[in-house]
């Protein structure tokens, strides 16, 4: 297993529901692409409402129910993976947000016993 402790890097990707990358989700192209680089994981996270750069309102209302809510997908690993995968993800993607921020890392482990 991976150790990762102290500080990291986190990376939160922020893209719509309806992104596609080749014949795949955005979302699902970046997790495998993520985990065939052997980044310590990713969470993918649906928001309820959101507006990216073209200010267009999108939510998970009743009355105007979206099928492109945001999503975010975030990923803590080293300052360095985080670098590298960097262009990998840029060329996959038209649209979007890419943050990184410093994490303290307080515990990674597997849930298996």
Known sequence: ?????????LMRVFIG?????QNLALYEALLELFRAEGLAGATV?????GFGAGSVLHTDRLLRLSSDLPLVIEVVDTEDNIEAILPKIDGMFSGGLITLEK????QYRSGKC
């Open 1 to 9: 297993m991976k150790r990762l402790e102290g500080e990291q890097t």
């Open 17 to 21: 529901e309806n992104d596609r990358f």
């Open 45 to 49: 996270l649906r928001g309820v409402a």
């Open 103 to 106: 994490a303290r890392v307080i």
